[in-house]
């Protein structure tokens, strides 16, 4: 039993944590974060250069075979520097996609693009009515003689605006709410019909409003089988939220570690105010919520890896308590930051914003105590 | 024991529920939404306040109150949140002119009471120094006497609506001999003149409400002093402690638990709506319960006062507590607002208005339990007034 | 507006307020709750005496017409004091049943009888299976010619053991959980087939499980109508959630104002424990937290007494916020209060257990919590 | 990155399994429900343990103990758990014979282990007194040597078990120059020697656990001493850090919320059962994550520990985290229980085994966050030790 990282692990995160040392001041993110598309060009090709974008492929499609541990190491420590380059989306979510469902052909062309930094591929999951479920999919393929048509509204779509190319899940069967009939779509962004709104969030990232009006796209366009995208997009979902989590989680090391910092430096009434205990047991507190958020991190990306039977119970857990304890770590940060933990001089706000962020995407706090709920009663 | 209203009471909340309804027009709910505010509606809104005789319920009758009992205050802020108005901007009505009136001179009385009744000037407040938050005797600007001016030096920070502000009352420091606070003087500054410079403070919330005022050997008249060199922190505790009391915003909770309510019985989850999710449902039900208790925590405070008494120990935790579920249903609005209460309002319509005003809130109300002698001094402060530790 | 005590209701405060502080040390009550009886017999002629046990009833009634305000005040002291009489059970449930379904010749023996102390009764409402539900009744009356035939169970009776006479609620029509059949009887302790195992319980009161075997009575014992006393038994409930409140209320400020008082008294590494920022703080939360539940005490007692439509949502958030917030008051008192706190020799213990049936009796914090939020959306 | 168990660990969880499912009876399991134990049976079932070789797992190999590693340790405890069986009394066993073996003189070893191995002898442990509870190194019970014996004077408190005990080990002053650490004696005391008492703590949970002890003049023989004079808190200090990390409880707590759901599946609310109540679901499932962490966390440290390395920084919560989730578990579970929580076991069959149990467990479970360090120190000592405030 051991929580040791192997060597080429420890290589990994010491790559990611030193760019994030050197190349990341917060200052250099919030710059990039309000550039035209929101994050640095330069970083990205970085990112494709360190190998980092191809950690998640098998070797095959170009990769080095990395698991959710690689994944948790990377996405920690961009969690630290709050890194908006679009990794979560295009590697993440669109890769994992691709690596699940693609066939020889869409892994060839399309893994490799997202390898060496040249596409940029974004999944839009997500409508307006659904809240936080997957499933509750209204958005229209039909069949056609050329393929499908497709016709809806995607919402909230991740770096929506500066991708080529959009996964989309359609319904090409059944209710809305219905698991059967979801199917997954490859729809180019610059495909007639589409139309795509950029939005900026609170976070400092991007997503997009996106509708598709009579968008006529090939049969070939499929990812994966027809009707049966529920299962893939719920293993896609999986890894999300453990990799969100795993950010989270290096968010709230950062600001419990700022914050006792802070403390250190500021001073009111003639004394540091590291001093007083009252502070210094609530910063036990952020302490202990970081720690057992990371113990519920190992836990549930350990059972993934190991493919146990209660991962899904696992992952539940974390995506609940991250939630949770990431939105209390942070409005303690603020508040013990005083006046300051109000300004964006300070990163601590901003934290708070992409931890609130976090919290919201595949589905909040709530949603997975529910679901943590359910699972314990089957 | 006795808290039904009286019918004299029934007949003037009918008054003021009938004028609300008539004047608050949703261009006046747009004055202030949970943030920034629009200085041209607040304006315009003030001055239909102060042609109803209504804007300064809290002044002296003489001078331009309404001389209405405490009873008919609490029904004035409470019909007014329930319309839906802003309440007025409080740094010249609710802030300095009390100071003004109580310990100013005739002159300055007549100088500045009228235009901040007319709302024809707007002021702001310099308390805070960057160095001294809640410990605000620490503050270090400078006051130097020069003949009849004094020339003052130093910095002020978290300036609330500094950037529209016409005036700005300061705390200044014109002596370090003795006690932190025997070495304070109260100074009412023009905005104008040279060596002022505001700058503002990027915040959390994306809206430009706090800023930084610097003072550059800015010089002020020994006139625009209140009261006595020196005694400045006499003046200004009273000043603190109004706003301590007015802090709790029980009315405005409230208003912000029924439109969460109404937002939650219409967002859709699945089959069903949020308000049926019966974890979701508790939570809102706690929250709405801590407020119903600090509803009547503060219909006690007021009574006390009302009878001629101080407030007593209960109404030390009206911040406290008022601050702290201020910001309980801001958390709760924006989970209520789900993926939509992340997305910045910039023009794109993008979300609802829901969500812009419920992240606009979240965002600046995390300050509510900081400004105004943050919550742990408020808890320091209780610790050792009201339980003797 | 003004939440002053009349002059009457002055007198009243000072009567009892003086009585616990000179009468009811911790050791006398202790004394008094271990007698075999469970409380003082001599206490209780005292009560009658100062014109305590008639305060809720009328004048006709032979009582001083006191309401909600006057029992708060009372029940509030009791709780300062820890008191183990049978007021609860004898004056505000059975006096209140009595005085709003009897009859005059009913009245005229029992509520003299109970005003006098000459009477104990108490009420019969539990039954193992019924959780907090009052409206969930097995126990059945069944007509016969010399009136009824009692059989079934009663459980956690308050004072059952000590009382002359029951109130009972039977079931003469329809199942277990309807409204409509559930009927008040006046049985008897000493009549045939009633078997009575007295237990006691944490907070040093007592209480019995009553068996009723094929019990017969008169048609005189029905207490109000034949199967419509289930609004009664809610009005009664109501007030005896005001009546236990106020004394939980009274308990909570004994609580925090005794944790203070011995941090001041308490040194650990040299100096008083008062001195700690962290104890202090959570001293302060105490200090809210009695507040708060004082508040909402006010609100629901003067709107039970105004007779307001939103009289039930005050009580339930009432007796919810009084759940919770007492047993955190009770536990944090425990833990400033160390090792001394755990033992009997300190009154804390106690406060903390008596907290906990209250939050139990008439349902506790989850139930009214769930309570409120249905009357929210009626 | 490995938390996979070995083919041996496997082996091993499936023949300890095995022995616990063969050897834990319900009589076994009555030996200790929450609080108060049965000395008869614990005896019994130490005894048991003992000839199977598996009493003392901490111990070095060649004098008792099992030479597992950290891995088979971790199994044990948990199959214990599950079985239901008590774990062991740990003063003798688990506290002062690692004192004994790491500093006592051979003689001592010879004289007192293998007594504790067995089960022979009974032991207390003497720390606390009144004056001195977090604060432990305040102590003033007093040891004065007179020819060969000290003379024993003071007082002790919150004795656990000492009515059944035969042996008390104690922390008592030998010096009252410099440090208050450097003059206390780690003494062995036979409690038969005359002047001492023993008397009885009454206790919320209404159960015979703690007591007083008092020394009148007791002679206890300079051979009884471990160790040096004066040295004795360095050698307590190795059994607190011990006391400390066992405390956590992941395994005890797992059990209690498996007992928990069980219950609520069956006890009925209307026409439904608990279980299904949202409210007290989700509060179960709340303290079952909060413990799902705990227990990764106690995994993280344990392979620190077997790894050769120290104890990593999230060791420091173990204590914390896992008495407020054992308070927390009994709480739902009195809560569960309803009315019959609040009844006392007084050999009238009014309630539940679970009832009983519960109120006991909850009530003496409220001394989990102040025995062995309180939580406010484990703060304070975090603040200090792990963040460096």
Redesign the interface.
């Given at each position: 039993?051991?929580?040791?990282?192997?060597e080429e692990?420890t290589l990994l995160k010491d790559s990611v944590a030193k760019f994030i040392q050197n190349e990341y001041s917060y200052e250099a993110r919030q710059k990039n974060s309000q550039s035209d598309i929101g994050y640095s060009e330069q970083n990205w090709s970085t990112f494709a250069e360190l190998g980092w974008l191809c950690v998640p492929f098998t070797e095959e499609q170009g990769g080095i075979g990395g698991g959710p541990?690689e994944m948790m190491i990377m996405m920690e420590e961009f969690g630290k520097g709050l890194v908006v380059e679009p990794y979560f989306s295009s590697v993440v979510l669109s890769g994992s996609l691709l690596a699940k469902a693609g066939n020889e052909s869409q892994q060839a062309e399309l893994i490799t693009g997202i390898i060496d930094g040249s596409k940029k591929i974004t999944f839009a999951y997500?409508e307006s009515?659904a809240?936080?479920?997957l499933h509750?999919v209204v958005t229209k393929a039909e069949k056609n003689d050329q393929g499908y048509v497709i016709n809806g509204n995607k919402?909230?779509v991740l770096h929506g605006a500066s991708a080529d190319l959009l996964i989309v899940s359609v319904r090409t069967a059944g209710e809305p709410?219905d698991n059967d009939g979801i199917t997954l779509m490859l729809v180019p962004a610059s495909a007639d019909g589409v139309s795509i709104?950029?939005?900026?969030?609170?976070?400092g990232q991007r997503?997009a409003?996106v509708q598709f009006t009579n968008v006529q796209v090939d049969s070939d366009a499929l990812l994966g089988e027809e009707g049966n995208a529920a299962l893939v997009i719920d293993q896609v979902a999986d890894e999300a939220m453990l990799a969100l989590c795993a950010e989270a989680v290096g968010s709230m090391e950062k600001l419990y570690k700022d914050t006792?910092a802070y403390?250190?430096e500021r001073?009111?009434?003639?004394v540091a105010i590291?001093?007083?205990?009252?502070?210094?047991?609530r910063?036990?507190d952020m302490?202990?919520a970081h720690?057992?958020?990371?113990?519920?991190l190992?836990?549930a990306v350990?059972s993934y890896a190991?493919g146990d039977a209660d991962v899904a119970k696992?992952i539940a857990?974390l995506k609940?308590?991250v939630g949770v304890s990431g939105?209390k770590v942070a409005?303690e940060a603020?508040?013990i930051h005083?006046?300051m933990?109000?300004?964006?001089?300070m990163s601590v706000?901003?934290y708070?914003?992409r931890i609130?962020?976090i919290n919201?995407?595949f589905g909040?706090a709530?949603y997975h105590?529910?679901r943590?709920?359910d699972l314990?009663?089957a | 024991m006795d808290i039904q209203f009286t019918s004299e009471d029934l007949a003037f909340q009918k008054e003021v529920r009938a004028f609300f309804s008539e004047n608050v027009t949703d261009e006046i709910r747009r004055g202030y939404t949970g943030g920034e505010v629009d200085p041209a509606i607040m304006v315009k809104w003030q001055k239909i306040l102060h042609k109803q005789g209504w804007v300064a319920p809290n002044w002296p009758a003489d001078i331009g109150g309404t001389g209405w009992t405490i009873t008919q205050k609490y029904i004035f802020e409470n019909e007014c949140a329930e319309s839906g108005a802003p309440s007025v901007i409080p740094f010249g009505l609710k802030m300095v002119a009390p100071v003004i009136y109580t310990f100013g001179s005739d002159e300055q009385k007549k100088r500045f009471l009228p235009d901040i009744l007319e709302s024809n000037v707007w002021w702001c407040q310099g308390y805070s120094e960057p160095g001294a938050g809640s410990d605000l005797a620490a503050l270090q600007t400078k006051a130097e006497l020069d003949g009849d001016h004094y020339v003052v030096n130093g910095q002020k920070i978290w300036t609330t609506y500094a950037q529209d502000a016409d005036w700005i009352f300061c705390l200044v420091r014109t002596s370090s001999e003795g006690k932190r606070q025997a070495g304070i003087s109260f100074l009412l500054i023009d905005m104008k003149t040279p060596g002022v410079e505001v700058r503002k403070i990027d915040t959390i919330d994306n809206q430009h409400t706090l800023n930084e005022v610097f003072f550059d050997n800015v010089r002020v008249p020994v006139e625009n002093r209140i009261g006595e060199e020196n005694k400045g922190w006499t003046y200004a505790k009273v000043l603190l402690t109004h706003e301590r009391t007015a802090i709790a915003g029980v009315a405005q909770s409230k208003k912000g638990i029924q439109k969460l309510r109404e937002f939650a019985a219409q967002e859709k989850v699945g089959a069903g709506v949020l308000a049926d999710d019966p974890l979701f449902a508790a939570k809102i039900a706690k929250v709405e319960i801590d407020l119903m208790a600090l509803e009547y925590t503060e219909l006690r405070a007021i009574a006390s006062v009302s009878a001629g008494g101080a407030p007593g120990p209960e109404s030390s935790i009206l911040k406290i507590r008022g601050t702290e579920i201020q910001q309980a249903v801001s958390e709760l609005t924006i989970e209520a607002c789900g993926h939509y209460a992340h997305v910045i309002n910039d023009g794109e319509a993008i979300g609802n208005d829901m969500s812009w005003v419920a992240s606009a809130k979240y965002l600046y109300g995390r300050a509510s339990t900081i400004y105004g002698g943050s919550n742990e001094v408020q808890k320091n402060i209780i610790a050792k007034m009201v339980l003797g530790l």
């Open positions: 039993m051991n929580f040791d990282f192997s692990q541990v997500n009515q809240r936080f479920d509750n919402s909230i709410l709104k950029a939005t900026r969030t609170l976070d997503a409003e006792v403390t250190k001073k009111q009434f003639g590291s001093g007083f205990q009252a502070l210094q047991h910063m036990v302490f202990t720690e057992q958020c990371k113990s519920l190992l836990r350990l190991a696992n857990a609940y308590q939105q409005h603020v508040q005083g006046g933990g109000m300004t964006d001089e706000g901003m708070l914003k609130n962020m919201t995407l909040n709530d105590l529910q943590f709920t314990s009663a | -």
